[in-house]
């Protein structure tokens, strides 16, 4: 019976392991997200991903959805995907706090914090992925 017993534990823990995954949420942007970000975006071209940018103020930075952030650094706009995004940023109750340690730049891999203005409370994270910098020709 001990053996059949842990067959059964064995086989449940093999299938809440496959429950869990490192596939990233496929996420569609609203009409109203699509067109803010293709606006912000007109006539600049990308260019390759970098790991960090120089850091940023806050009104530095545009939200144009929970997947979407831009950064603003004179003439480039950096492009921001979080990894599985910042559920709730968009809410406009949500501000994003990135602890730094040494550096002053915002980099891949970065943890950042939720904070809900009014409470002061953390109500989540997500973690920074490549940046992508667009810049308008000539």
Do not use: W
Request: glycine share 12%; proline share 8%.
């Amino acid at each position: 019976m001990r053996i059949g017993a842990s067959l059964m534990l064995a086989a449940a823990g093999g299938m809440l392991a496959g429950s869990c995954t490192t596939t990233p949420i496929q996420q569609t942007q609203s009409p109203r997200a699509q067109r803010e970000l293709a606006e912000a975006l007109s006539g600049r071209t990308p260019g390759p991903p970098l790991r960090c940018i120089p850091g940023y103020r806050s009104d530095q930075m545009q939200v144009i959805d929970d997947y979407t952030i831009l950064f603003r650094d004179g003439r480039t706009i950096y492009l921001q995907k979080p990894r599985d995004g910042c559920i709730g940023l968009s809410s406009g109750n949500r501000t994003l706090v990135t602890r730094k340690f040494g550096t002053s730049e915002t980099c891949q891999g970065d943890i950042n914090h939720l904070v809900d203005m009014p409470s002061g409370m953390q109500t989540g994270s997500c973690v920074f992925g490549p940046f992508v910098p667009y810049t308008r020709p000539g």
